[in-house]
T-cell receptor, first 115, second 114 residues
Framework: AQSVAQPEDQVNVAEGNPLTVKCTYS??????LFWYVQYPNRGLQFLLK??????LVKGSYGFEAEFNKSQTSFHLKKPSALVSDSALYFC?????????????FGAGTRLFVKA | EAGVTQFPSHSVIEKGQTVTLRCDPI?????LYWYRRVMGKEIKFLLH????????ESGMPNNRFLAERTGGTYSTLKVQPAELEDSGVYFC????????????FGNGTRLTVT
């Protein structure tokens, strides 16, 4: 079965420093991977996705993610964190084996950026 | 373009009562999904509509949950009778009809069953 793991409940980083939010996945077949962000009292917003091609994908708000097939990882990164990046981040994989487009989410990682 | 809207934003009900959640997807999006997040846990899939048809309802917890999507437009999710463990945030999402399209989420309905 498809699954996603986010090993860190929370990540703390100082403003201006690089940040990494970790994600590993388990899929059968080619992975379609996504990152979403949730701000307080809001729905999830799409940040970026990996479908095929270049292992480094760029997304919204300066975020990027690196796909690593051998490590089955899709870590979210940003070179310089902002206080406004503080939010809840979800990694997700699309399950194409059920005949539909079900997306499976991890438990989320709370990012706290300190000024 | 108007986003996905959910109503109500919050609902507090007593155990045994009935609650109906509503979701209006983005116009033209054939795919509509319901998800639920219980405090601190992963966002769990409930079901998936393609237009008015249920494509996958494997995540529905039990027969106290009933989802409909009349005419392939808005959707409702009814919980009857509600139990304490039904508390959580219920998200609706929609997407166009391709496997690489990201989901567009509503702000969610926070359901508290007391």
């Amino acid at each position: 079965a498809q699954s996603v793991a986010q090993p860190e409940d929370q990540v703390n980083v100082a403003e201006g420093n690089p940040l990494t939010v970790k994600c590993t996945y388990s899929v059968s077949g080619n992975p379609y991977l996504f990152w979403y962000v949730q701000y307080p009292n809001r729905g999830l917003q799409f940040l970026l996705k990996y479908i095929t091609g270049d292992n480094l994908v760029k997304g919204s708000y300066g975020f990027e993610a690196e796909f690593n097939k051998s490590q089955t990882s899709f870590h979210l990164k940003k070179p310089s964190a902002l206080v406004s990046d503080s939010a809840l981040y979800f990694c997700a994989v699309r399950d194409l084996n059920t005949g539909g487009f079900k997306t499976i989410f991890g438990a989320g990682t709370r990012l706290f950026v300190k000024a | 373009e108007a986003g996905v809207t959910q109503f109500p934003s919050h609902s507090v009900i007593e155990k045994g009562q009935t609650v109906t959640l509503r979701c209006d997807p983005i116009s033209g999006h054939d795919n509509l999904y319901w998800y639920r997040r219980v405090m601190g846990k992963e966002i769990k899939f409930l079901l998936h509509f393609v237009k008015e048809s249920k494509q996958d309802e494997s995540g529905m917890p039990n027969n106290r949950f009933l989802a409909e999507r009349t005419g392939g437009t808005y959707s409702t999710l009814k919980v009857q009778p509600a139990e304490l463990e039904d508390s959580g945030v219920y998200f609706c999402a929609s997407s166009p009809g391709t496997e690489i399209s990201p989901l567009h989420f509503g702000n969610g309905t926070r359901l508290t069953v007391t």
